[in-house]
């Protein structure tokens, strides 16, 4: 299915995200689009304001394959999980996703999605985020033990991902629901309209 923003932009769509749930969500609202993971290290972003470190990550991880591409739409995109201002990124072993998930624990976190648009040869680019409200359930000791224990958490920000077994952790959502997942849609596909509507005259 061809999405029909693309009758305005004929050009190839690059989404430079590893993560399959940004392309399946990137698909469900009708996009083609190819898949090129940007190899930007990801360390070299050492801000810690939320907002800032989500705007300058998308940003760079689009500029990255923006810079090997001659023609085309790159779209970046970057996730975290964010409890008392301090960021919760993928755990780096099972102990620390058990850690993180007794954090989240009977509280109130913000998940934070910045995504960049870079178009070439034009090289015009918008940046934008979303944030979202997650609460959690008391959450008990065999229920985190045995989610670590499908090794689902181990990839995802915050040890975490509502699309999965861990969708009953989450009892109260105040956002856009996506942008848990990883992409927020509806914000994401009114600045495509925007983003085009500049030239495009839709």
């Not at 969500?25 to 993971?37: C, E, K, M, R, T």
Request: proline share 3%; hydrophobic share 40%; aromatic share 12%.
């Amino acid at each position: 299915m061809t999405n029909y923003l693309q009758n305005f932009y004929n050009n190839k769509i690059i989404l430079a995200s590893q993560s399959p749930r940004r392309a399946s969500l990137l698909s469900l609202i009708g996009f083609d689009f190819v898949v090129q993971p940007s190899g930007f290290d990801e360390s070299l972003i050492t801000v810690t304001d939320p907002v800032q470190h989500v705007l300058q990550l998308s940003e760079a991880k689009a500029r990255f394959v923006a810079d090997n591409t001659d023609k085309g739409l790159v779209i970046g995109a970057d996730t975290i999980v964010v409890l008392d201002n301090t960021i919760l990124g993928k755990p780096e072993n099972t102990r620390e996703a058990v850690s993180m998930l007794k954090q989240l624990s009977n509280r109130t976190h913000h998940v934070y999605t910045g995504f960049c648009l870079i178009e070439k040869p034009e090289n015009r680019s918008f940046t934008d985020y979303e944030v979202t409200a997650v609460h959690f359930r008391k959450l008990a000791d065999w229920e985190i033990e045995g989610y670590v224990g499908t090794q689902n958490p181990m990839d995802k920000a915050g040890a975490y991902g509502i699309q999965d077994q861990s969708a009953v952790f989450a009892d109260r959502i105040e956002g856009c629901f996506y942008n848990v997942v990883g992409f927020p849609l509806t914000k994401f596909y009114t600045t495509m309209i925007n983003f085009f509507n500049k030239n495009k005259n839709i």
